[in-house]
Structure formats: C-alpha cells, structure tokens
C-alpha cells in the first residue's frame, strides 16, 4: 500500500510571493491533516480535513489555509509567504482522524525555503 | 488545556547500551500518549501508542513505554540501543473521548534528539 506523498520534496519562494503544497493520503483514509516543523518551534498543528470539511485549526494567521477534495487529496497555500515561513511542512493522513483509535501515517514533508 | 515536555534535548548512547527518552504529559481529560520517531529529512512514523488499555506499552523495534498516571509521565525505554536508532523522538499527547474535541488535535512534545556512540 502506497504512504502518504507530499509534493513537491523541496521549494524556495520569494517574500510576498504564495505557495501550494499538495499531500495525498494513503489509500482509504478520509482524515488529512497538516503540521509545520521549525528548529525553534517544533512541531505545530495547522489543520485537519475530513471529507472535504475543515474540522479543526490551530493557531495560525489566515494567510495560511488548506483544502480537500472529494478523493480526499489535500492542499495546502500559504500567501504573502514571509521569512518565518521556511519550515518543513509536513501531511498526515489517518482512517477517521481520530487518534484514539486511528494513528497518523506521515508523509516525508514539503522543505519550503522563503527568502 | 494539554502540554508535553520532553525532559532532555539530546541523549547520548552507546551502543548495546539501554535507552531511556523521558516524557512529561500535561491533559485536562484522559489523554491518549505517543512516541513517534523521525529519521533525518523523514516523516514521522509511530512507535507506539497508549489509549487507556495496558499501561506498559510496547512498540515497533524493541522499544517500549509505561504510563504513570501518578507522575504524569510516558518515558520511552529500549534494552539495547542499536546505531539504527539515532534519530529525533517526539513524545506527543491527545486529549480523549471527554475533552469535547472533534478530531483529536494532537500536542507535539519539542523532540528528544539520540545520538547512538559505537
């Protein structure tokens, strides 16, 4: 079964400029979720989709926003990108979205670069 | 309201020597506990998980981890440490069924980093 695949591995930007990110899950699950990784502030959560609807967001200026379409591939955008914005950005996928019972499976993430 | 602290930034090892990632969970409700690790310019991938059934827990690759309600702790351990090993540990915690929460929005602990020595 094939893992979640983050496209594209690597980008640089310009400031000011906006980017998309794209993530399709694993086979099957209907949950995909979207974290940015950066030496300073670790791991943070972005968003999570379910079914096409955005279920939950965390602490992020609007400049930030994401999507899912109906086979459930997901998108991410970022615009006005800004220096802080270099991170490695990082999809997860899972059956329900529920991490009680429904662990992540993460895909090698996107190492976006702004200058 | 939940938090993570990963007690060390680094650990240093040598090999065949056991391990020991030490993980402290905050969490209003009862919290379902995960280590994942992370491979150099990787993803994450899960090593083990605690929902409330056992509370020594064991994972992928010899690894293991025991919940402690009462210190409010999830240490990951491992016997023998193997050079295969070395990479970034993150203790990360999930508010449960009771917290109200739709989707289960998960807390990242900043990451244990482990060095494997020869």
């Known amino acids: 079964k094939a893992g979640v695949t983050q496209t594209p591995r690597y980008l640089i930007k310009t400031r000011g400029q906006q980017v998309t990110l794209s993530c399709s899950p694993i086979?099957?699950?209907?949950?995909v979720s979207w974290y940015q990784q950066t030496p300073g502030q670790g791991l943070q959560f972005l968003f999570e989709?379910?079914?096409?609807?955005?279920?939950n967001k965390g602490n992020f200026p609007g400049r930030f926003s994401g999507r899912q379409f109906s086979n459930s591939r997901s998108e991410m955008n970022v615009s006005t990108l800004e220096l802080g914005d270099s991170a490695l950005y990082l999809c997860?996928?899972?059956?329900?979205?529920?991490?009680?019972?429904?662990?992540?499976?993460f895909g090698n993430g996107t190492r976006l670069t702004v200058t | 309201a939940q938090s993570v602290t990963q007690l060390d930034s680094h650990v240093s090892v040598s090999e065949g020597t056991p391990v020991l990632l030490r993980c402290n969970y905050s969490?209003?409700?009862?919290?379902?506990l995960f280590w994942y690790v992370q491979h150099p310019n990787k993803g994450l991938q899960l090593l083990l998980k605690?929902?409330?059934?056992?509370?020594l827990v064991k994972g992928i690759n010899g690894f293991e981890a025991e919940f402690k309600k009462s210190e409010t702790s999830f240490h990951l351990t491992k016997p023998s440490a193997h050079m295969s090993d070395a990479a970034e540990y993150f203790c990360?915690?999930?508010?449960?069924?009771?917290?109200?929460?739709?989707?289960?929005?998960?807390?990242f602990g900043k990451g244990t980093k482990l060095s494997v020595i020869p």
């Open positions: 997860a996928s899972s059956l329900t979205g529920n991490s009680y019972n429904s662990p992540l499976h």
């Open positions: 086979s099957g699950h209907r949950s």
């Open positions: 989709y379910f079914s096409e609807t955005q279920r």
């Open positions: 969490s209003s409700y009862s919290p379902s």
């Open positions: 605690y929902t409330s059934a056992a509370t």
């Open positions: 990360v915690v999930s508010e449960g069924p009771g917290s109200g929460a739709g989707s289960y929005q998960l807390t």
